[in-house]
């Protein structure tokens, strides 16, 4: 069965960085496109940005210029580099992917930003 599970989260200080990762399994990972969103209090989960089977990535907005979607199709592995992180930053990732029609999610893993 698909799995998604992240890692690399943690309390960290206004323009400080963070790199998440997400190892998936279950399926032909190389052939999918990948995606990262987060979910703040009080607020509807958003796409943070998303890469291809081939390596195009796109951003929401916010996150242009400072955060990284990178993949390693041979680990079956996508990151999420996060520089200068602010405060609005906070909330909990996910790794989400599609597969035959049906959308997969990991646990999730908390990062806040703050001094």
């Known amino acids: 069965q698909v799995t998604l599970v992240e890692s690399g989260g943690g309390l960290v200080q206004p323009g400080g960085s963070l790199r998440l990762s997400c190892a998936a399994s279950?399926?032909?990972?190389?052939?999918?496109?990948m995606v990262w969103t987060r979910q703040s209090s009080g607020k509807q989960r958003e796409l943070v940005a998303a890469i291809s089977s081939g390596g195009s990535t796109s951003y929401e907005n916010s996150v242009k210029g400072r955060f990284t979607i990178s993949r390693d199709n041979a680990k079956n592995m996508v990151y999420l580099q996060m520089n200068s992180l602010k405060a609005e930053d906070t909330a909990v990732y996910y790794c989400?992917?599609?597969?035959?029609?049906?959308?997969?999610w990991g646990q999730g893993t908390q990062v806040i930003v703050s001094s």
């Open positions: 989400k992917c599609t597969v035959r029609g049906s959308d997969y």
């Open positions: 279950g399926f032909t990972f190389s052939s999918y496109w």
